[in-house]
């Protein structure tokens, strides 16, 4: 049997990894300032991390969600006091395709409505419906083009007020800063119009916070910038460091009942264990301001990059837009300079995702190397 090839790969093999750094087989060191798609939240192999889950594992490392399991609501209480969210309720997944998945089910569930609506550039997942809302026709297979959904331009308030009108809409999902699409992310007025226009018209907001959320951004989830509140939250990535865990942060006027959804892996005792961690470092180590001071140095120390069009994004979810593609400045980094870096749907966007407790001297190395293969 061989692995379906699927994945175009760099001729890279890491080994070993911690903080914000990985080694190959061979020896060599790298800098991670991709984390894996945004993953890494407090850096590889943090002490408290490896403390929590190794004592977890022999404990109990997993039980189905027939039974109680205190970790799950350590897990829920400590989110909704850290991120500002309590007025939710959690509901434990283990991806961000099965947290925008879900989300999209319970908005349906509530309103009884079908169609959705979603934006230009979008990437919500590659689920059945999560896919769908996704905009990249490559992806989509025929069995998901079925679902009813309307793609519409970012930031243009009058078109989704015209959708909206038409009264079959369930609900809007949206990125509160687009990954995969390129780091466009909707103005702040965009943000407060969707807000109003959603409640006006009964349709649940859905703010995919998957890769923006969890300190990335500066504050914990990026809509939070905007001053507004959002129905459903789902959040992926960060969360676990590693370990696969998502969720959906349910509006509490959206009522549950036994059977409406479910998962075997979700918020498992191993999962639920990674995800305490991070929020006690998060917490603790006070990534969030971290975050911030790092993201000033950086964005000031590359304004003026040759070729450099336009710094996007916040905090450390950043992307450097330049004038030509950055598929050959991106093999220069790993292959001449030992630097993980990232790219998107926007093929001239580099785009960077370090751990949150990355600092600003190990940032320098990656300033030097963009100037020097530039």
């Known amino acids: 049997m061989k692995l379906f090839d699927v994945y175009p790969l760099y001729n890279v093999t890491p080994v070993k990894a911690e903080g914000s750094y990985v080694w190959d087989e061979k020896g060599q060191k790298y800098l991670d300032l991709y984390g894996g798609h945004a993953v890494i939240s407090i850096g590889h192999k943090h002490p408290h991390y490896v403390q929590k889950l190794t004592e977890q594992l022999h404990a109990i490392g997993f039980y189905s969600n027939a039974v109680q399991n205190p970790l799950q609501v350590e897990l829920t209480e400590k989110l909704g006091r850290i991120s500002g969210c309590e007025d939710y309720n959690l509901f434990l997944v283990s991806s961000g395709a099965e947290a925008n998945e879900n989300a999209l089910k319970v908005a349906s569930f ?21 896919v769908a809302v996704t905009d990249n026709k490559k992806i989509i297979a025929p069995i998901n083009a079925h679902n009813p959904v309307t793609i519409l331009p970012l930031n243009d308030a009058v078109a989704l007020e015209t959708e909206l009108k038409k009264g079959d809409v369930s609900s809007v999902i949206v990125e509160a800063i687009q990954g995969v699409g390129g780091l466009d992310e909707g103005t702040p007025e965009f943000f407060k119009q969707l807000e109003t226009l959603c409640k006006h018209y009964e349709v649940l907001l859905i703010l995919d916070e998957v890769q923006s959320g969890y300190g990335r951004s500066g504050k914990f989830f990026a809509f939070q910038h905007h001053n507004i509140q959002p129905d459903i939250i789902t959040i992926a990535k960060g969360m676990g460091n590693g ?3 998502g969720g959906v942060l349910i509006g509490k006027h959206i009522q549950a009942y036994h059977g409406m959804l479910g998962t075997t892996f979700g918020g498992n005792h191993l999962a639920c264990a990674a995800a305490i961690s991070v929020l006690d470092v998060l917490e603790e180590e006070n990534l969030m301001a971290n975050v911030i001071a790092v993201s000033d140095y950086f964005v000031a120390a590359v304004k003026d990059l040759k070729g450099l069009q336009k710094i996007k994004g916040k905090g450390l979810m950043l992307g450097l837009e330049f004038d030509e593609e950055v598929g050959e400045l991106r093999k220069k980094l790993i292959y001449d300079e030992h630097i993980f870096t990232g790219g998107s749907m926007n093929k001239k966007l580099l785009r960077i995702l370090p751990p949150l407790n990355i600092t600003i001297a190990e940032l320098e190395p990656f300033v030097k190397a963009l100037k020097k293969s530039l």
Do not use: D, E
């Open 243 to 245: 370990f696969p865990i």
């Open 110 to 130: 509530y309103n009884q409505k079908s169609r959705v609506i979603s934006f230009n550039s979008s990437f919500h997942g590659r689920t059945s419906a999560a």
